[in-house]
């Protein structure tokens, strides 16, 4: 079965900085695309950041690119999500969330078969 744990969110002030962690159990990482998604209150879930491993495509969205950067340690087991200059707008509940290599997502919630259980982001003053 395949599980994570996601680590590293957490309450922080605007402008401020956060790195979200994503270990998997059960499998190794190497063999799957991974991508990074929120969803905000009231709102759908959106892709942020996707890094499709086979082609080395990395596909940002308006809300992370130039902030957000995605990353992965294939020794570790981890993929992370690097995020810079924190606004109110983007709290929400991250998820880490990975499909088998080769997919060639084009980083829509709905491509991805296997999720994290989310972790809340809360950028606050």
């Known amino acids: 079965q395949l599980q994570f744990v996601e680590s590293g969110g957490g309450l922080v002030q605007p402008g401020g900085s956060l790195r979200l962690s994503c270990t998997a159990s059960?499998?190794?990482?190497?063999?799957?695309?991974i991508g990074w998604f929120r969803q905000a209150p009231g709102k759908k879930r959106e892709g942020l950041s996707c890094?499709?491993?086979?082609?080395?495509?990395?596909i940002e969205t308006d809300s992370a690119r130039g902030r957000f950067t995605i990353s992965r340690d294939n020794a570790e087991n981890t993929a992370y999500l690097q995020m810079n200059n924190l606004g109110i707008e983007d709290t929400g509940v991250y998820y880490c969330?990975?499909?088998?290599?080769?997919?060639?997502?084009?980083?829509?919630?709905?491509?991805?078969?296997?999720w994290g259980q989310g972790i809340q982001v809360t950028v606050s003053s």
């Open positions: 059960g499998f190794s990482l190497r063999f799957y695309d």
């Open positions: 890094l499709n491993a086979s082609s080395g495509k990395l």
């Open positions: 969330a990975v499909v088998a290599l080769g997919t060639e997502t084009l980083c829509r919630a709905y491509e991805y078969d296997y």
